[in-house]
């Protein structure tokens, strides 16, 4: 059957859509969307005073974390297309001065009525969008000379040691799993999509995050997260293979995981 971005679009809005108060209480527990956004800026060299664009900013973690970096003098926009996390970010969580939201695709940047921006982030975003060229495409036209883009995705879940990919693993040994869990689209391909559009000094890396085995299931018992793992599977029965799963491989992870998270970033 041929891929269709707009299929695949409108599946992830509904699983994120049903996510909100989960990623929530994951991110209370555990802080980890704030640290990817706290290290992507260090990766942008994101500093105060700036103008930020946050592209798939969800319930406003990581909209708030980098309010945090550029200060008071500086701005933060907060951009996402579900209604349900942009609602939470919005409503409940700290409001900052410096901190406004907007719901928009990110396919269609150019909609977007706000401060013209110094730098635009995808904070554990782009690798969820079936078209990102044209995201990045419409970053590239909004950014002005000088301009950054900055974007992070999940490159696997792997035992303490990083020789066991898990999901890969768990595809081989019939445990039905997709084999790469989160990307719709190839992570690999984000340093060529960047360099096509016009950007240069594209500049990678790459994030290695502990997590204890509690951490990793509630990662992705968040119906957004899971789905990635079971794409056609419905939630209840993807968190009793989640279970199943993780139960597979503890003996071989020891109760002890490692996330990967990739980073780009360049300039215009």
Not at 117 to 142: C, E, G, K, Q, V
Not at 151 to 179: H, K, R
Request: charge should be negative.
């Amino acid at each position: 059957m041929p891929f269709d971005p707009e299929v695949v679009k409108n599946a992830v809005l509904s699983n994120f859509n049903d996510s909100a108060e989960l990623t929530e209480e994951f991110e209370g527990k555990y802080g980890l969307f704030t640290d990817l956004a706290n290290g992507l800026a260090r990766s942008c060299g994101i500093g105060e005073g700036m103008t930020l664009w946050d592209v798939g900013c969800g319930t406003g973690i990581s909209t708030e974390a980098l309010a945090g970096i550029v200060g008071t003098d500086g701005k933060v926009l907060g951009i996402d297309f579900s209604s349900e996390m942009l609602e939470i970010a919005i409503t409940r969580r700290r409001s900052k001065g410096n901190v406004s939201y907007v719901h928009q695709d990110a396919d269609h940047l150019e909609l977007v009525n706000g401060p013209r921006p110094d730098a635009i982030l995808y904070n554990a975003s782009i690798f969820l969008m079936p078209t990102p060229l044209r995201t990045i495409s419409s970053a590239f036209d909004i950014l002005p000379k000088g301009g950054v883009i900055g974007m992070n995705y999940l490159v696997g879940t792997t035992d303490a040691s990083g020789n066991i990919d898990l999901c890969i693993s768990a595809q081989i040994e019939g445990l039905g799993c997709a084999p790469y869990g989160r990307s719709i689209i190839d992570p690999s391909e984000l340093s060529v999509l960047l360099e096509g559009t016009g950007f240069s000094l594209v500049s990678t890396g790459l994030d290695e995050i502990g997590m204890p085995r509690a951490e990793v299931q509630s990662f992705y018992s968040i119906p957004a997260q899971s789905a990635g793992l079971w794409p056609k599977t419905g939630y209840k029965e993807r968190i009793a293979k989640l279970n199943e799963l993780l139960d597979h491989f503890e003996g071989m992870a020891g109760g002890s995981y490692v996330q990967r998270w990739g980073w780009c970033a360049a300039v215009k």
